[in-house]
């Protein structure tokens, strides 16, 4: 199956990335990374 999905470019896995980034523990954690200053953005 994971061979399957990853020779059809994964369309699964970008589908359910796609509906993770706006889940609202998503959008928040963004929003309050971007007011951590003094993390720089490669940590995060």
């Known amino acids: ?21 706006s889940h609202p523990v998503e959008v928040v954690g963004k929003q309050l990374r971007s007011m951590m200053t003094w993390i720089k953005a490669k940590e995060v």
């Open 1 to 21: 199956e994971w061979i399957l999905e990853n020779k059809a470019n994964q369309p699964t896995f970008q589908s359910i990335r796609r509906r993770e980034r």
